[in-house]
């Protein structure tokens, strides 16, 4: 089974502080997620990563930034946190070219992070 | 914009009666869809997909339907089970990498 660990499950930040996500996955995958999650907006894209040292800007990246050095890991960095970043943050990772009967995106357990 | 649109977020069905959730899209390039189920605390899991060839794809108890004229899917869950109360994504994809994501449905199963 495809694994997707998110490094906190709770995180409690203060306003100004820079935060650093971790992701890692185990299944080889070449694309890596980020997404946040908030009540009434669903699931919204920060970055994506296609490959090592590779991403490409989601939906809402401003105030975020990422990095990836290994094919497996993925990591989602809050410059200076604010309070509108407190959210749940997901990662997920997937396949190159999702097709029919391949599997699709896979998700980690999310980290809700709370900037005070 | 929003690409992909859940408009019910909640739904409330009896056990072992019919649940059906709805999800419209604006991009016509979208050529793969997917139906994820998120339980509180957990990731989303993935549930069943469809490809824009087909109109209907089924899956044990889940079924999901493509009407690309009216750019609509629906999922179909018979007959609906306490187990399945969580909230339900729509997602739909043209590149096969990146994926769009819905507002979500919140579906609660009522003994």
């Not at chain 1, 660990?5 to 997620?33: A, P």
């Not at chain 1, 990563?49 to 960095?77: H, N």
């Not at chain 2, 994504?89 to 507002?103: R, V």
């Amino acid at each position: 089974d495809v694994k997707v660990t998110q490094s906190s499950r709770y995180l409690v930040k203060r306003t100004g502080e820079k935060v650093f996500l971790e992701c890692v996955q185990d299944m080889d995958h070449e694309n890596m997620f980020w997404y946040r999650q908030d009540p009434g907006l669903g699931l919204r894209l920060i970055y994506f990563s296609y490959d090592v040292k590779m991403k490409e800007k989601g939906d809402i990246p401003e105030g975020y930034s990422v990095s990836r050095e290994k094919k497996e890991r993925f990591s989602l960095i809050l410059e200076s946190a604010s309070t509108n970043q407190t959210s749940t943050y997901l990662c997920a990772s997937s396949p190159l070219g999702y097709r029919d009967g391949n599997q699709p995106q896979h998700f980690g357990d999310g980290t809700r992070l709370s900037i005070l | 914009d929003q690409q992909v649109k859940q408009n019910s977020p909640s739904l409330s069905v009896q056990e072992g009666r019919i649940s059906i959730l709805n999800c419209d899209y604006t991009n016509s390039m979208f050529d793969y869809f997917l139906w994820y189920k998120k339980y509180p605390a957990e990731g989303p899991t993935f549930l069943i997909s469809i490809s824009s060839i087909k109109d209907k794809n089924e899956d044990g108890r889940f079924t999901v339907f493509l009407n690309k004229s009216a750019k609509h899917l629906s999922l179909h869950i018979v007959p609906s089970q306490p187990g399945d109360s969580a909230v339900y994504f729509c997602a739909a994809s043209a590149s096969g990498n990146q994926f769009y994501f819905g507002t979500g449905t919140s579906l609660t199963v009522i003994p």
